[in-house]
């Protein structure tokens, strides 16, 4: 009896270690499967791709002549910079208006304020593509169509997540910091500037990361409201390689890990602040 008893906890104790790897290999072979086809595609050249299969090895492992003509034809250094310009505007303009937003609705008490909390909530549930039609006319109306303000205005007025992320940190910040300062004859605004702004770096990260992955990858607004191509970004510099006739996916690889490595590389030296930033927020 003993031996049996013992047969079987010993079995539990790899049955649960073997289970929980062979869950996070399958998931690493998910994600990194794609990312090795679109790699290998890179290497290849047009007969390769057309002939082979997507696991299929390059014939020449230093074929680089398909980065050359994404960088140069898909004009990968102006994209860079309509899309370093945009991320710079829109992340910037959505910390303040995000951290203010949620600064008030916390800290001030007002008739509307379960109204105003739940029409953001409403908006986080209305499909975007839904007001679309509405949305390009007000645009169209200001004048900012085929401008690379029409998308940073758009990015910076829709993002209620950041609203409610800075809203939960703030809410874990003392109210008797803001009547100490009160007695000192600090305003709101002071409040807010020197005491409430720089007590949410870990909400700015986390916000910073989000936004800044959700404008870096988006197409349908750049590609609606930026229609000439020298306002092209880097998520859209890669249509330039599918014609009437078909697509170039060998060019359309190689320029698609031109746009992985730097939120790759954006990732590895932030993912610190990523992981903090997430555990800290849900903690709050």
Request: charged content about 15%; hydrophobic content about 50%; overall charge positive.
């Amino acid at each position: 009896m003993t031996t049996a008893v013992h047969a079987r906890r010993s079995r539990r104790r790899w049955i649960g270690p073997t289970l929980t790897y062979l869950s996070l290999i399958s998931a690493c072979l998910l994600v990194l499967l794609p990312l090795v086809v679109v790699f290998l595609t890179s290497l290849k050249t047009s007969d390769e791709v057309s002939g082979g299969s997507a696991l299929s090895l390059p014939g020449d492992w230093l074929n680089f002549s398909n980065y050359v003509t994404a960088f140069n034809d898909g004009k990968m250094v102006t994209a860079f910079g309509n899309t370093a310009f945009i991320l710079f505007f829109s992340i910037g303009g959505t910390i303040v208006i995000g951290s203010m937003t949620a600064y008030a609705i916390d800290r001030f008490d007002f008739r509307a304020k379960k109204l105003v909390v739940a029409l953001f909530l409403v908006a986080t549930l209305v499909p975007g593509v839904t007001t679309q039609v509405a949305t390009f006319q007000v645009i169209n109306s200001f004048g900012l169509f085929d401008t690379r303000w029409a998308p940073i205005l758009l990015y910076m007025g829709t993002d209620i997540v950041s609203i409610y992320v800075f809203l939960q940190f703030i809410r874990g910040i003392p109210t008797s910091l803001d009547e100490a300062a009160r007695l000192d004859g600090a305003n709101a605004f002071t409040i807010y500037r020197k005491i409430i702004f720089p007590l949410l770096k870990p909400a700015i990260a986390t916000v910073v990361i989000i936004k800044g992955i959700t404008v870096y990858n988006d197409f349908y607004i750049p590609f609606l409201y930026m229609p000439s191509e020298d306002l092209g970004t880097m998520s859209t510099a890669l249509f330039r390689f599918k014609g009437p006739f078909g697509a170039h996916w060998e060019n359309i690889s190689a320029g698609a890990i031109l746009v992985i490595v730097p939120t790759l590389i954006v990732f590895l030296c932030l993912q610190r602040w990523i992981y903090n930033g997430f555990a800290q927020g849900s903690t709050k």
